[in-house]
Nanobody, 125 residues
Framework: QVQLVESGGGLVQAGGSLRLSCTAS??????YGWFRQAPGKEREFVAA????????YYAESVEGRFTISRDSAKKTVYLQMNSLSPEDTAVYYC????????????????????WGQGTQVTVSA
């Protein structure tokens, strides 16, 4: 059974950093994404990466501050988050899809087939 397990969330002060990890059990996927959902808001795209070529995509709100990467040996995808602000507070979810999506549909949650349980990131002012 495929599982995505996230870790690395927590409480940090504004300007600080956190690194989230997402480890897949059972297999690797063509594409991984990170999404986040704040209370009362819709789930939004944060970043995505293709497993084979390492192509990376970011939401405008995080570009330059967040970095998505992968470790093939560990079957793990990371999200390094720097210069955090209270607006980044949310539950962060890792997601994966078996086949590379067409166009720019990697920004859309229904594109992804598997989801982690989520990890809370709280940034204090």
């Amino acid at each position: 059974q495929v599982q995505l397990v996230e870790s690395g969330g927590g409480l940090v002060q504004a300007g600080g950093s956190l690194r989230l990890s997402c480890t897949a059990s059972g297999r690797t996927f063509a594409m991984y994404g990170w999404f986040r959902q704040a209370p009362g808001k819709e789930r939004e795209f944060v970043a995505a990466i293709t497993w084979s070529s390492g192509d990376r995509y970011y939401a405008e709100s995080v570009e330059g501050r967040f970095t998505i990467s992968r470790d093939s040996a560990k079957k793990t995808v990371y999200l390094q988050m720097n210069s955090l602000s209270p607006e980044d507070t949310a539950v962060y979810y890792c997601a994966a899809v078996r086949y590379r999506p067409s166009g720019s549909t990697w920004t859309v949650p229904p594109t992804y087939e598997y989801w982690g349980q989520g990890t809370q990131v709280t940034v204090s002012a």
